[in-house]
C-alpha cells in the first residue's frame, strides 16, 4: 500500500544530542513537509521541500536542519539549537501543483527530552 | 501571516447527535481542506472543497465551501464514539504557495 512511514514512533533526547527523524513516503510525490505540533495548537511548519535538492525554511526552522537527497525521502534532524524540542512531529507529502494539493500525513513521531 | 479560527474549540456531545464546527479567515482562501486526527496518530483527509458555494459529502459528514470564500463549515450527523478526535480546517495562504495555513482545531467527545 502506498503511504508515508515515519520512524521511530518515539524518541528521546538527551541535552545537547542531535537526533533524526526519519519520514519516507511510496506515494511518488514531489513536494515533503514537517510540521510540529504541541497541545492544544494547530500544526506548524517547519520546513519544506517542493523538489529532490531544494528545500526551504517554514515558520519555526529555527534549531530544525532537512535534507532531500531523494525523493522518497526527507529526514530531519532536531538539534542541539532547539531548546524545546519536546513535541510530536509530523510528515507529510503531497502532488506538485501550487496551492490547495492535499497533503498526505505520516503517524508522527513523539520526541521527549530525557 | 494568515491565520484560520476554528470553532468551538471542543464539543462534548452525546452519542446520535449531530455536530456542526466551522473556521473562518479574514483573507479568501481559493481551496478549504477538513482532517481528523486521532488521538497519537497523524490526520487524515476527510474532505476538499475547491469552489465557492460547493457542498460535498462523505458518509455523514458534509462540508461547505462559504459563499465569501472566508469560511467552511462541517456537519457529522448521527455522531457515533468513533468520531471522537480533532478535527482541523487548512488551506493554502494567499499567493499560490505550496503551504497550508492549519487552523487549531475542534476537539469532539462523544459520549456513549
Known amino acids: 500500500d502506498g503511504g508515508i512511514t515515519q520512524s521511530p514512533k518515539y524518541l528521546f533526547r538527551k541535552e545537547g544530542q542531535n537526533v533524526t527523524l526519519s519520514c519516507e513516503q511510496n506515494l511518488n510525490h514531489d513536494a515533503m513537509y514537517w510540521y510540529r505540533q504541541d497541545p492544544g495548537q494547530g500544526l506548524r511548519l517547519i520546513y519544506y521541500s517542493q523538489i529532490v535538492n531544494d528545500f526551504q525554511k517554514g515558520d519555526i526552522a529555527e534549531g530544525y536542519s532537512v535534507s532531500r537527497e531523494k525523493k522518497e525521502s526527507f529526514p530531519l534532524t532536531v538539534t542541539s539549537a532547539q531548546k524545546n524540542p519536546t513535541a510530536f512531529y509530523l510528515c507529510?507529502?503531497?502532488?506538485?501543483?501550487?496551492?490547495?494539493?492535499?497533503?498526505?500525513f505520516g503517524d508522527g513521531t513523539r520526541l521527549s527530552i530525557l | 501571516g494568515q491565520q484560520l479560527n476554528q470553532s468551538p474549540q471542543s464539543m462534548f456531545i452525546q452519542e446520535g447527535e449531530d455536530v456542526s464546527m466551522n473556521c473562518t479567515s479574514s483573507?479568501?482562501?481559493?481551496?478549504w481542506l477538513w482532517y481528523k486526527q486521532d488521538p497519537g496518530e497523524g490526520p487524515v483527509l476527510l474532505i476538499a472543497?475547491?469552489?465557492?458555494?460547493e457542498l460535498t459529502s462523505n458518509g455523514r459528514l458534509t462540508a461547505q465551501f462559504g459563499i465569501t470564500r472566508k469560511d467552511s463549515f462541517l456537519n457529522i450527523s448521527a455522531s457515533i464514539p468513533s468520531d471522537v478526535g480533532i478535527y482541523f480546517c487548512a488551506g493554502p495562504p494567499q499567493g499560490g504557495s505550496e503551504k497550508l495555513v492549519f487552523g487549531k482545531g475542534t476537539k469532539l467527545t462523544v459520549n456513549p
Open positions: 472543497l475547491y469552489k465557492a458555494g
Open positions: 483573507s479568501i482562501f481559493n481551496t
Open positions: 507529510a507529502s503531497s502532488l506538485p501543483g501550487g496551492g490547495g494539493q492535499p497533503q498526505h
